[in-house]
């Protein structure tokens, strides 16, 4: 079993910075996959970055690459969200996602799930 809890959104204005992160219980953390997933108002829950057990393997989306930074600690069992150049479309809640096996963009992919956090960029 592997909770997780996210922190770190909030209110920022367009082009401004935010750092999200996904804090994980479990001695094994250090073994899952964790992807950062995103959802708006009436949207799907959509792909942000993932990021392998060890930290070489990352994935973005096309629409945050070169403004958002995934990385993890695995020391402190957290996974990390740098964002920079923040637009107002980036805003939704932010979930972090883990599963024990390859990174994937597919929600169901991932079998466990914080409860998400705020992420709200003004214009």
């Known amino acids: 079993q592997v909770q997780l809890v996210e922190s770190g959104g909030g209110l920022v204005q367009a082009g401004g910075s935010l750092s999200l992160s996904c804090a994980a219980s479990?001695?094994?953390?250090?073994?899952?996959?964790v992807a950062w997933f995103r959802q708006a108002p009436g949207k799907e829950r959509e792909f942000v970055a993932a990021i392998g057990w060890s930290g070489a393997s990352t994935s973005y989306t096309d629409s945050v690459k070169g403004r958002f930074t995934i990385s993890r600690d695995n020391a402190k069992n957290t996974v990390y969200l740098q964002m920079n150049s923040l637009k107002p479309e980036d805003t939704a809640v932010y979930y972090c996602a883990a599963n024990p096996s390859t990174v994937s963009r597919r929600p169901v992919a991932y079998d466990y799930w914080g409860q998400g956090t705020q992420v709200t960029v003004s214009s």
């Open positions: 479990g001695r094994t953390f250090s073994r899952y996959v």
